[in-house]
């Protein structure tokens, strides 16, 4: 089970919102790279981010700050978010040394633009599906689709992506606990792999997500609970290990 810490970069410093309203951020740390460091030392060797910008203006706006933390950690495998909606900008991320590229909004709005840089760039594509009550959500979570998340996650897995990234927005920020049902259901339903986010509170959601292992479920993404310091990475890092 990977746990990979989250970084949500606003305005070139480390937040996290919410819900996914832009109007109720924290700022954690105006230094990302050193944030990033702090993580990758506890343990992690995956890290998550999203540039929040990016989601709302629909191109890359941390770019630079983005870069700066992959140069800092080469030995870490950084995914990355948010305004991501041409291959100009997969590529710039990739050739940066990014190992994954996460597609949300354009994979839903643009399904065929998936099948096309899945085949342009193998086993880097991962796409977002953020939901709310069982539909897609798109643009920062600012639009509601009708698309259901089970079936559109089949279609990005014909596409041949390497993962789905599974966020229950309504949990998102609130440290209420992982949607470990909604979660386990999309991951029997699909045969690759799906990452848990949104809800991670503390040592018993680890357990929880744990416990969906064996339905495909292949990591979970940790944000507020970390800075908060309800879950203590490295503990949670060393529970993880002593299960397998």
Request: charged share 25%.
């Amino acid at each position: 089970m990977l746990l990979i810490p989250a970084i949500d970069l606003q305005g070139g410093k480390c937040v996290r919102l919410r819900q996914g309203e832009m109007d109720d951020v924290t700022v954690f740390s105006e230094n990302p790279v050193e944030m990033a460091r702090q993580w990758f030392d506890a343990g992690a060797r995956r890290l998550h981010i999203v540039d929040l910008d990016g989601a709302l203006s629909g191109e890359p706006e941390n770019a630079d700050v983005i870069h700066e933390v992959v140069e800092a950690l080469p030995e870490m495998d950084i995914q990355v978010g948010g305004g991501i909606r041409d291959e100009d900008s997969i590529e710039a991320y990739l050739n940066a040394g990014v190992r994954y590229v996460i597609l949300g909004t354009k994979a839903v709005n643009a399904p065929h633009f998936v099948g096309d840089v899945c085949v342009e760039f193998p086993g880097h594509i991962i796409v977002g599906l953020d939901a709310r009550n069982g539909k897609v959500a798109t643009d920062g979570w600012s639009k509601l689709s009708h698309h259901d998340v089970i079936d559109i996650a089949k279609h990005f897995e014909q596409d041949g992506v390497e993962a789905i990234i599974f966020t229950d927005i309504g949990r998102d920020g609130m440290m209420g606990g992982v949607n470990i049902e909604a979660t386990a259901q999309l991951a029997a339903a699909i045969t690759i792999p799906v990452i848990a986010s949104g809800g991670v509170t503390d040592m018993k959601d680890i357990d929880a997500i744990c416990e969906v292992e064996e339905e495909g479920v292949q990591g979970v993404i940790i944000g507020r609970a970390i800075y908060e310091g309800t879950l203590d990475l490295k503990t949670a890092l060393d529970r993880v290990a002593s299960r397998s």
